[in-house]
């Protein structure tokens, strides 16, 4: 089969502001980087828009009406400080969510092996009823959802990776016994969420504390020691990855020190066990990465993982 790129045009004109972080040349990069000739084989579907009760099966609808209700005609609206919306963020959100249900949909339906949604903004820090760090919607415990509910599939598992830990989709699972939830994370840092004593209510939460400074080793060694042997124990019937690149040494906002080939790996890992639990069942979704350069091309590397699953 092969790999399924979904992203939209919509998700660049999402505008944050002037100097914010998570600012449209963020998916201009992976878009370029996603160009190049090794890329040719790439499915690229237009992400859709998802509906608001697939959103809602996360959000409390109060929240989804506060979102929509605030987009701005122009100029920006802050949901909290660090999280604006402007004239198209509302858009970018539904496509952002509706690209990885579609994603989930195609993996399940087997009409893809696997699939990388390039969408934004992000979306692992928005909880239930409230956004925070540059998220709006959950765009992956939205496309969770959608497979345990369009689908029947009964073991979900979000592996993240980004340096920050995801307290969204922690507190979008800690109560369900069908999905787990494993984050790597740098700590202290952002949110502040994401101790190791943090295991949800059915055991279904693995958090995985890196002091600032860690670098290739000690992060290899939590997924060999850890997350890898967890995984394989749990046996989910699809692995769904919160691919934030923000680990990266030269990542202006944290300082876990991966190299490029960190990201290689851990994808590659992530891959290896999916094809002995799922059937190569994967969905991948884009988080954080805040370095241009850095973002590219470990973007590049784990697209390259997803499209060699099929010639492994």
Known sequence: MSTALYSHPVCVEHDPGTHHP????????????????????????????????????????????KVFENIPESGLFHLDPDTAMSPKSGEAALRAAGGVCAAVDAVIGGQTTNAFCALRPPGHHAEPSQAMGFCLFNNIAIGALQARDAHGIERVAVVDFDVHHGNGTQASFERYRDFLYVSSHQSPAYPGTGAEMERGLNNNIINVELDPGSGSDIFRKAYTDRILP???????????????????????????????????????????????????????????????????????????????????
Do not use: T
């Not at 990542?251 to 876990?256: E, I």
């Not at 290689?264 to 969905?283: D, G, I, K």
């Open 22 to 65: 998570e600012r449209p040349d963020r998916l201009r990069a992976v878009l370029k980087a996603l160009e190049a000739e090794a890329f040719d084989d790439l499915v690229r579907i237009p992400a859709p828009k998802a509906s608001l009760a697939q959103i809602e099966r996360v959000h409390a609808p109060y929240y989804v009406e």
């Open 230 to 312: 967890a995984l394989r124990d749990w046996k989910p019937q699809l692995l769904m990855i919160s691919a934030g690149f923000d680990a990266h040494l030269r990542d202006p906002l944290a300082q876990l020190l991966l190299h490029d080939d960190d990201f290689a790996w851990v994808s590659r890992q992530l891959l290896e066990v999916a094809a002995e639990v799922c059937e190569n069942r994967v969905v991948s979704v884009l988080e954080g990465g805040y370095d241009l350069d850095a973002l590219a091309a470990c973007v590049a590397l784990h697209v390259g993982e997803l499209m060699a699953v099929d010639i492994r």
